[in-house]
């Protein structure tokens, strides 16, 4: 192996997190060699992934957008389609769609302190391939679109057909909505295919899914219900912001949108604040902008959308111009909340005795967690298993050599998180280049990881502060799977994200050398 053969850097996944951290690797870093390794056939990530009807942002697009590319277009919340296409965009714009290698399925990553490289094993179509690398950066999410989580008793009886949105079957193509003055917010999804007209549909679960699906299924299906075991936060906001059309008016695109993302920034960052010092204040707020959206409706804020968690602890359900509540108000939706007691032939059983009937159930109960997209990562012949592993900089592993995990914020836009991961990872690289190192290895001591968290398997006997994970929401899903997360500690290098603003500043001037061991890089 020569040094020609060896790649820079390799990023895997190509996603919004690995458009976004391949155009800071090649703006900031111009003279590496990479690559993009992408298991399917597009680029896009979820949004290439998921087509169930209705399928948008949760969070809006002028912070969910790049930096160095901003959002355009006038909607905040936009349909799967326009964020794929945008996505499209933007790697052609930079010119890293040429870096993208397709159909290439990462399934181990081997590093040797000798070489100090990494032994990539990939599956294509032509057969398996390996490829050598310095530097591995993961950009594959941390969810299993591949197996479900579902939970659901008596569901094989159901005799109807049975649907999980992250493979929602295809249908003959319809034709687009042509949106109109009332009901602003059609522009965010697709149309549901005319296989579910006159149909019975009940969504399990209670998440961003099923929020976007009730309004989209409940324009051609005879009613949609909504079963949740406990309800969530959900808020409407303006499917175009009232302010857009006066700054485009007087000022060019590209600052005009730069302006509107600052003002996103700033209004995201007071709203976390608030809900986490003033929480029952940001409560009362919440539910009584939901008790006036269901008004002339039959469905009750008591016991549909008073969660038993405070906001901020879960992620915020937004649904664009209220249409989830118009469904609501037209009786075109219901919501059913409470515990399944069986699911039957025809329908479901709750265990308050109530039945909803159904022809068709779509399983929204969530994904499983899975770092690294699977891969099977080991050190010197060792395997590193993640969940084990203590995030340095919310962005490498303790004692994984020149390995990098991309990750979001819990309660913010995917692309706020993604991008502070790779300004910190961009900042190690560069300084790697300077002083030619060869590897760069986050140091936790064991003796100071026992002094704050415990003896492994004591936390619950009061040795040690609590355990913390890369993401401490409640949500039921994250609550099952954080075993697969990293974990953190309360103090830096090893802390979880906090705001934006604390983490932009950290990103930026934070200490890339604390507990991090460099090794001299070792002649060719």
């Known amino acids: 192996m020569s040094p020609g053969d060896i790649l820079d850097v390799a990023i895997v996944g190509a996603g919004i997190s690995g458009i976004n951290t391949a155009y800071r690797l090649q703006t900031s870093l111009p003279s590496a060699t990479y690559t993009i390794l992408e298991s399917r056939a597009s680029l896009g990530g979820t949004w290439s992934l998921f087509n169930y009807p209705g399928v948008r942002s949760d969070s809006n697009l002028w912070t969910f957008g790049f930096a160095w590319r901003p959002w355009s277009r006038l909607e905040s919340i936009a349909s799967g389609a326009s964020i794929l296409s945008y996505l499209r965009d933007s790697a052609s714009y930079a010119r890293i769609d040429s870096k993208i290698q397709y159909n290439h399925k990462l399934s181990s990553a081997t590093w040797s302190s000798e070489t100090q490289t990494w032994t990539l094993s990939t599956t ?178 008591k016991p549909h959308f008073e969660p038993k968690y405070m906001p901020g602890q879960q992620r915020l359900c937004l649904c664009p111009d209220g249409d989830f509540f118009a469904a609501l108000r037209e009786e075109k939706g219901s919501v059913v909340t409470g515990l399944i007691d069986s699911v039957e032939e025809n329908g479901v059983r709750m265990q308050s005795g109530e039945f909803v009937d159904a022809d068709v159930i779509v399983t929204a109960t969530g994904l499983n967690l899975m770092m690294g997209g699977g891969v099977e990562i080991s050190v010197d012949g060792e395997i590193a298993k993640l969940g084990e592993r203590y995030l340095w900089n919310t962005v490498m592993l303790s004692g994984v050599p020149n390995l990098a995990v991309v990750l979001d914020f819990a309660n913010a836009s995917w ?51 609590k355990k913390l994970w890369a993401f401490n929401l409640t949500s039921t899903y994250v609550v099952k799977g954080r075993d697969q997360l990293p974990r953190t500690l309360e103090r830096a290098p090893w802390q979880p994200r906090g705001t934006y603003l604390w983490n932009w500043w950290v990103a930026r001037f934070g200490s890339i050398e604390r507990e991090m061991e460099f090794v001299r890089l070792k002649s060719s």
């Not at 998180?417 to 961009?426: E, N, P, R």
């Open 415 to 465: 692309t706020l998180g993604v991008d502070a991961a790779a300004v910190v990872i961009l900042r190690v690289l560069k300084m790697m280049w300077r002083r030619k190192i060869g590897a760069a290895i986050p140091r936790l001591e064991e003796s100071r990881r026992e002094e704050e968290m415990g003896v492994e398997g004591k936390e619950g006997e009061g040795q040690g502060r």
């Open 124 to 301: 294509t179509a032509a057969g398996n391939k390996t490829i050598h690398i310095r530097f591995l950066i993961m950009c594959t999410g941390y969810y299993d679109y591949t197996t479900p989580q579902v939970s659901i008793p008596g569901l094989s009886r159901f005799s109807g057909q049975v649907i999980h949105p992250q493979s929602w079957p295809s249908a003959p193509p319809t034709p687009p909505l042509t949106p109109s003055p009332s009901s602003p917010a059609s522009e965010t999804g697709t149309p549901p295919s005319p296989l579910y007209a006159s149909k019975r549909i009940t969504l399990i679960g209670s998440g961003a899914t099923s929020i976007t699906l009730l309004p989209a299924l409940a324009r051609s299906a005879t009613h949609v219900t909504m079963i949740q075991r406990s309800p969530s936060y959900v808020a409407s906001i303006p499917a175009v912001d009232p302010s857009i059309p006066t700054l485009r008016r007087w000022l060019p695109i590209w600052l005009s949108s730069r302006l509107i993302r600052f003002k996103y920034l700033l209004l995201d960052t007071v709203l976390m604040q608030f809900s986490k010092r003033l929480p029952e204040k940001a409560k009362a707020v919440l539910l009584a902008a939901t008790s006036e959206e269901l008004k002339g409706s039959k469905v009750d804020v």
